[in-house]
């Protein structure tokens, strides 16, 4: 029997943050000191912190990059609702309320505070610092990368401007950091009109378009490939 | 920030077994020596090692209860297929034809070689050993268990007597240890009657059916927790 190189560690964390418990998770090469340099990831609407998509990127960031993963929650999302996201329009609705009364704020802040605090472990510490978040992880994304300097590269898209959106569209024009966008030519969650408007707006002087045929949940896994091959990258630098 | 008290470790490996290459991948608690007691999990069709259903499964064992997890990707399936299983029909053809040619046997045998390299470690040793496998898992699982004295508890079901099926029913026959077979009342792939008729067939002096409304990937939550329980109660003994 042969045993790969990385294995991958998980650990489970809940935070305490402005009085709310926000659960999540961190994976890291197992049996290595590290230190690793660190993608926060969000998940997108009725998942949660272990359904990313794709459902292997903590593994194939870990193993294939050696870099570290980690996930929280979001409001009305995985244990943050009293069914644990199992009921699709439970979900739904806590999450609408949370969205309507704060916007990308509090999520923000989570982000933050889970970055403020992984970074007290010696396995991550001050290493490089990127985010990956499609669909509604690159909505409330936006929010967080807006005023987060320690994050230096980003995986967005399957998302695009919302209607009126001004705070999305405020948000998005103060990212600056380098920015892969995977786009669906075929999104019938994400128009492609919304989807170039949020592009466009992004400020990042670097900033790739990698548009596909194909639906919302159809990314080709040569493009999640590429994405990770540009976060890796980035985070090395 | 709290930290869980058990963290998660998986390992990926590769075996060599009669001049086959079967990838698989062990879950453990973290940062403990062990042993902990051993579920090996088979996967459904179109699945693979690290879609097992629950998803959540390995971690669930792992964290709640103590126990390590391990999973194989079976013939036509996962790395076991030109395009990593992405392509579902091409899944099917790959699977049809070992099917057809060897049956529940090379997986038995894989199986069996799995758990004999699995036991050199450490970490597992002479611990119990129970098996999880539903729908296409209980197929290949009932030709596993037939004839492996070591797994002294298993959960299976949302699967049937095959129409001809002789192995199937063979197999199923000389099944004797406690099993918790899962039934879904509105099954679209497996139906009642045959369902029934595969429950009744083990010979298993301790079996328990649960069946519940619902269709075939819609097993709930309260009966997965239930099965782990089961599981868990018999390893420890």
């Known amino acids: 029997m042969h045993w790969s190189e990385t294995g991958v560690e998980e650990r489970a964390f809940a935070l305490e943050c402005f009085g709310r418990s ?9 049996n290595e000191p590290g230190p690793f340099s ?3 990831a969000g998940h997108g609407f009725t998942m949660n912190k ?8 903590p593994r194939d960031l870990v193993v294939d990059f050696r870099l570290a993963v ?5 409001p009305g999302h995985g244990e943050r609702q009293p069914d644990r996201g199992r009921d699709a329009p439970a979900c739904e609705g806590a999450w609408r309320d949370h969205w ?7 999520i923000a802040e989570e982000l933050r505070a889970t970055l403020d605090e ?12 990127g985010y990956w978040g499609l669909s509604l992880g690159t909505q409330y994304g936006v929010g967080f990368l807006a005023e987060e300097p320690r994050v230096v590269a980003a995986v967005l898209g399957l998302s695009g401007l919302p209607d009126p959106g001004p705070r999305i569209a405020a948000y998005a024009a103060k990212v600056d950091c380098p920015v892969f966008f995977i786009q669906q030519l075929d999104d019938e969650v994400a128009s492609l009109d919304r989807s170039n408007a949020l592009f466009e707006r992004l400020a990042s002087k670097e900033k790739i378009l990698r548009s596909n045929p194909g639906r919302h ?8 490939e590429d994405a990770y091959r540009f976060l890796a990258e980035r985070l090395r630098r």
Chains 1, 2 share one sequence.
């Open 217 to 224: 949940m159809a990314v080709p896994s040569a493009t999640f």
């Open 100 to 106: 309507q009364a704060h916007g990308a704020k509090e």
């Open 38 to 40: 660190l993608v926060l």
């Open 118 to 129: 992984l970074q007290r472990l010696p396995e991550i510490g001050r290493a490089a610092v």
């Open 70 to 74: 980690a996930a929280i929650d979001v």
């Open 50 to 57: 272990h359904t990313l998509y794709p459902l292997t990127l």
């Open 22 to 30: 926000v659960p999540g998770v961190l994976w890291m090469p197992a």
